[in-house]
């Protein structure tokens, strides 16, 4: 288990990552998401042992990450703009890596290469974005680590490689003990895969739960009530996170049960009610939008 307390970072007078106490269970995909600048890549960070926290803990496993080489041989970190040695070619790097972890599995670093077409004799510097990425996830891969943390890994890959990665991360899961922790922008694809979901924002954990937990205690409703002052009073029994009104249609995101939240919208005598699907990104703007990162400020 990787686990957090009162993790702190800051540069300067910004504060990157603010008290976070966190836990990321084994075996589950956790996908981290948040606002831009919310701390994401300095969270990962922290939890490789690349930066070292001015307050808190990080620990793999109830090992101290920072400085311990030993915590380190149970993760591999595929930062947003991997490092590969001047020069080099693939090879080069599994060779390294090889040498840092001790069940790096060289054969299947061959097959994965072949598999996603990638020559293992080119110079990395003359690969694209997306070849790149996906040489990091096959080293990531062929390193037989328990935890893999990805910052941003779906960036750059076509939709073939990406499905391609995400099957990668399933099969291993159901053959041996491995945690994927990914940090993306891209909720759509996150949401697929992961079976938890923090939210980071300013630096802050608004949320950590699993993902259909989420799920089932925030509903999106629409509705149209006839009398504007009686809707306005049943709004005000409703834990309302976001609110849109087009014409006489009233578009609510709540959280609570979904029964209680139709019943209690039923007792205005709508003309129209129904519950829809609610996804990933939708809660993202909404849990943000209550902490004042809402999307009609930046556009007025």
Partial sequence: MIETDGLTKSFGRIR?????????????VFGLIGTNGAGKS?????????LKPDAGTVTVDGREVYENPEAKAD?????????????SVPDDMMQFYSKVYPLFNTGRYKK????????RK?????FSKGMKKQLSVIL????GTKYLYCDETFDGLDPVMRQGVKSLFAGDMAERQFTPVIASHNLRELEDICDTVGLLHKGGMLLSEDLDDIKSDTHKVQCV????????ALLKRLDVLNIEHRGRLTTL???GREKEILDILKEGDPLFLEALPLSLEEIFISETGVEGYDIKALIL
């Fill in 253 to 255: 995101t709540c959280r």
């Fill in 122 to 126: 080119r110079k990395i510097k003359t």
């Fill in 140 to 143: 990531g891969m062929s390193a």
């Fill in 42 to 50: 300095t969270f990962l960070r922290m939890l490789s042992g690349v």
């Fill in 225 to 232: 009530i006839p009398d504007k002052d009686r809707e306005e």
């Fill in 75 to 87: 993760f591999f970190y595929i930062s947003d703009e991997m490092y590969f040695f001047s020069n």
């Fill in 16 to 28: 990157a990552v603010d008290s976070v106490t966190l836990s990321i269970e084994e075996g589950r």
């Fill in 112 to 119: 994965l290469m072949d598999g996603f077409s990638l020559d």
